[in-house]
């Protein structure tokens, strides 16, 4: 596993379309490589705050804080499966 392909393998990653095999890669080389590791996180955000503010410019100023607290709260707990 190198940085271009892990990179490549995050969409399917968060859609949880990978093989076992690969999450275990994917992980793997996440947990070894910094740049990976903000890589992914950078996406997971990008990922979940479209996928949940849909159109973004409608979005209430409180509906943003909420969805930070709640990105904030996923990352802590995925924390420990992803990295
Ligand atoms: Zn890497």
């Not at 190198?2 to 095999?21: G, H, I, R």
């Not at 992980?27 to 997971?44: D, P």
């Not at 709260?73 to 499966?81: D, I, L, T, V």
Request: aromatic share 4%.
């Amino acid at each position: 596993m190198n940085c271009k392909l892990c990179s490549a393998l995050f969409q399917e990653f968060l859609d949880n379309s990978l093989s076992e095999e690969l999450i275990v890669e994917v992980q793997n080389h996440v947990r070894a490589c910094s740049k990976c590791r903000v890589s992914l996180r950078t996406y997971t955000v990008t990922v979940t705050l479209s996928r949940k503010v849909d159109p973004p410019c409608c979005v209430s100023r409180e509906t943003l804080d909420r969805l930070r607290k709640i990105i904030r709260e996923n990352f802590s707990k995925s924390r420990g499966a992803v990295v």
